[in-house]
Structures are given as structure tokens and as C-alpha cells.
């Protein structure tokens, strides 16, 4: 393993040939957010898209993701031959996540690691450094038809905002309002403008952006962020609600949603039936037949299997415990909101249920809704649980032995049932609570 001194360069073709390899990330005495820049020949970002941080965690070519490495929590997974031939050098960045100056840094490290172990590293502290609030830790850049790496450890007058700018990206002024309790999530830099970007990629979705706009203000969530995750049933009994659209306009409602939670202007969603597939995400650049598409390469399966579902999804946000039992608490910046779809029961129950408890330790968020007849009622939800088709999802909706309330359910005769505005009213009936529970047990970092 090579100790890198400042300044110093190492040849990747040794230890990573195929650019395949993670950055190990930490810090101690200060709460440092780390992020990747994807920078051109002129040094700026390649794109909106090529900041890769909490709030936009890979980027569209799979090149860079935000990931655990070894025992870091911190840290990125670089597939560097898939990044386009224009990116030049990838920066890695670190800035301080509220008050302090990097004078205050006890000692951090940056260690590149690959399946055969740490292959070098290179240490910082405190002592480096004054009234910074950002740094330049190290970047990776191309030479000689390969990629190198150079420890860098510059510091960076202001702090993540600054970054962005100085590569070139734009930061979207902050609302003067303060943030609520159920809101106290990192609302990090956008680089484009929320609405504007709709206008300009997918102008059929700004009224829907605009009304979940309101909804959210209404509970004191609109500097919220989060990760969305549309979960959609595809058994056989769905087959006329996807024919005739139904589906893909519910979805676009959900994308819309997750423009005003997380503004890479993207949300991840899965497939289930008998089997779960987890599928390209659904963003403004492919919203258009989306569903249609999905179905075809996807065809409806027989049977339902909630569980199984819900154990890829978790599988997915929180790998370390593989979707199964949680025995201690999992933390993390944001959290995952889960729009799951389905029109009929399960044929796994009791690995829902578990699945169901075993999230609860989790920083993620369920809404069932049921597709199916119910009798009408003047309540919020809008239908009589006693009268509707899902007494396993009512049940969910009250299951024991949770650390939080993890989960809320309605019902609708049909997925346009209700107005956007409607909507958005009530997938926010208990996720607002949801937060401020889940920020008292520490789930949300």
C-alpha cells in the first residue's frame, strides 16, 4: 500500500487496469459531505448531472456512484471507462456540513481501494488547513490513454455552493424561510433552476411539479429532499389499468413528486409479480411511454409478492443488511419515500410483515395505495377500510412491533380517481410525522 504525500501521482494501470476501483472516505471532528465533479478539458462540469453527492448519487452513465467502501461509510465506486470521452478528470471534494472551518479537522483520509484491498492513501488533518470550509482532496485524470490519480489536498475558500461554482455549475438561491423540524433534511445545491429545467425538458409535467409544489408547502415541505421509489405491481389483474394509460399517468404524478423531493430530476422504481425486476430509473428525458416500454420488455407475471418486493427496494438503498433482519438502526442523509402500487394481495405475508419491521430501523418511507373497489366515506383517506379489498394492507398499516410508524395506506376504485392536488394531499398524511419520528431515533443523518 502507497502512502501519497501532497502533490503526488500514481499510475492506475497496476492496481485498476479496467478504471474499476472505490475511494474510501472519513473524516473526524468535523461532518464533512464529500462529492464528485466530472469535469471537461476546461475544468468544469461536464453537466448538471455529473455532480455526484448525497443528493444525486450516481451519475447517467453508471461511472461514478456514491458508495461504502471496505469499512468507510463514505465513499464512491468509479467505473472510469464508462464516463464519456469528454470528461477529463473527476474531482473529489469534501465541505463542511454546517458550521466550523477545516482548521477544526482532527484527521480524514482518502484510500483507493479495489477487490484485492487498499492500494494507496492519502491523510489530511486540520494542520493542513485554516478558515476553509471546503477541500479538494484528490482527482483522477486521464494521461497517456490511461487514467492517474493525484492527491490534491487544497483547500477551498467557502463551502459546497462555492465548489459548484468554481467548476462551472449554478446554485439555486435558498428560500429565506427557516426549515421545519419534519423538513431538517441537507437541502443541497441544485444546479439548474427546478422549474425552469421542467419547462425546458418536459413542459407536460409542470402544472403536476407546481401542484405537489403546493401540497408540500402545506406541511411545511418544500425545501424537503428525499430519494422517491415507485413500486408497481405487474400481475395479470393490472392488465387493463396499464392498457389504458392509467399507470403511466399515476407514474408521471410520482415523477413529478420526486422533481420537488430530490432535482436530479429522476426516481428509481421496481417491478412485481411473481418475480421483481428492478428497472431503468423514470426521468424527464424518458417519461414519455415510459410504462408501455417497461411492459413490453416485462411482460405481466402471475402472482403478487409484496415481501419480495420490498426486500429488493431495501436491498437496493441499504445493502448492508442484504434486505434482511435490521437488529441495530441504519442512518442516512435522506430519506427513501416508497409510492407501492399494487390491486390485490399477497401470497408472501409473512415475509411482508417482517420486511415491513425490519424498515423500521430504516430511513424509508411506505405508501400503499390499493387499487379496488371500497365504499365512500368523509374520511381523509377516502375510503372505509372495513369495505375495502386490502385487510392485509390495513393490517400493515397498523402492524406491531415497529421501532416507528413506518408506513400509511388509502384505497381508489382507479388511479386517476382523485385531482393532482387531491393526490399530493394524501401522500402526505403521515409521512410529515413519519420524519420527525424518524429524526428523533436517528435514521436521518
Known amino acids: 500500500m502507497k502512502q501519497l504525500k501532497r502533490g503526488e501521482r500514481l499510475a492506475l494501470a497496476e492496481h485498476a487496469p479496467a478504471g474499476v476501483l472505490q475511494a474510501g472516505l472519513a473524516a473526524q471532528g468535523l461532518a464533512l459531505d464529500f462529492a464528485c465533479f466530472a469535469l471537461d478539458a476546461g475544468g468544469k462540469l461536464a453537466g ?44 473529489i471534494t469534501a465541505s463542511i456540513d454546517g458550521g466550523g472551518r477545516m482548521s477544526q479537522l482532527a484527521s480524514g483520509h482518502l484510500r483507493l481501494l479495489t477487490q484485492a484491498g487498499e492500494f494507496a492513501r492519502f491523510d489530511f488533518s486540520g494542520q493542513d488547513f485554516a478558515a476553509e470550509q471546503a477541500l479538494m482532496l484528490g482527482e483522477f485524470y486521464r494521461k497517456d490513454g490511461g487514467w492517474r490519480f493525484m492527491a490534491v489536498g487544497q483547500g477551498f475558500n467557502g463551502g459546497l455552493g462555492a465548489l459548484v461554482e468554481h ?50 408547502a402545506k406541511v411545511g415541505l418544500d425545501r424537503h429532499r428525499a430519494r422517491v421509489c415507485l413500486v408497481l405491481d405487474i400481475s395479470g389483474s393490472m392488465s387493463t389499468l396499464y392498457r389504458k394509460g392509467l399507470v403511466q399517468a399515476f407514474a408521471e404524478r410520482i415523477l413529478a413528486l420526486g422533481c420537488r423531493f430530490d432535482d436530479d430530476g429522476e ?31 416485462h411482460p405481466l407475471e402471475g402472482d403478487t409478492r409484496y415481501g419480495a418486493a420490498m426486500q429488493a427496494v431495501r436491498r437496493h438503498y441499504f445493502p448492508d443488511a442484504g434486505g434482511g433482519e435490521r437488529r441495530q438502526s441504519c442512518k442516512a442523509a435522506l430519506p427513501v419515500y416508497v409510492m407501492f402500487v399494487t390491486d390485490g394481495s399477497t401470497s408472501d405475508q409473512p415475509l411482508t410483515e417482517r420486511q415491513l419491521r425490519w424498515a423500521s430501523r430504516e430511513p424509508i418511507f411506505w405508501q400503499f395505495m390499493g387499487i379496488g373497489k371500497g365504499k365512500k ?8 377500510f372495513a369495505d375495502s ?50 429524526a428523533r431515533e436517528k435514521l436521518l443523518g
Not at 49 to 73: E, H, I, L, W
Open 389 to 438: 379489498d386490502f385487510p392485509f394492507l390495513e393490517k400493515l398499516d397498523e402492524l406491531d412491533g415497529r421501532l416507528i410508524d413506518n408506513a400509511d395506506f388509502f384505497a381508489v376504485a382507479s388511479p386517476d380517481e382523485h385531482s393532482d392536488a387531491q393526490l399530493y394531499d394524501l401522500l402526505m398524511t403521515e409521512y410529515p410525522d413519519w420524519l420527525k419520528q424518524a
Open 377 to 384: 366515506s368523509k374520511s381523509k383517506r377516502l375510503l372505509n
Open 267 to 297: 426516481i428509481d422504481v421496481f417491478l412485481f409479480g411473481r418475480n421483481v425486476h428492478h428497472v431503468a430509473p423514470m426521468g424527464l428525458s424518458n417519461f414519455r411511454g415510459y410504462v408501455g416500454q417497461l411492459i413490453e420488455r
Open 48 to 91: 448538471e448531472p455529473y455532480m455526484t453527492f448525497f443528493n444525486q448519487p450516481v451519475t447517467p452513465c453508471g461511472g461514478v456512484r456514491s458508495a461504502a467502501a471496505g469499512s468507510d461509510k463514505d465513499g464512491f465506486a468509479f467505473e472510469l471507462g464508462r464516463l464519456p470521452a469528454s470528461v477529463e478528470r473527476v474531482v
Open 167 to 216: 467548476f462551472g455549475g449554478d446554485v439555486a438561491p435558498s428560500a429565506p424561510a427557516p426549515v421545519p423540524e419534519a423538513a431538517a433534511v441537507p437541502a443541497g445545491p441544485s444546479a439548474v433552476n427546478l422549474e425552469k429545467r421542467v419547462e425546458q425538458a418536459a413542459p407536460q409535467l409542470v402544472s403536476l411539479v407546481k401542484s405537489a409544489g403546493v401540497s408540500l
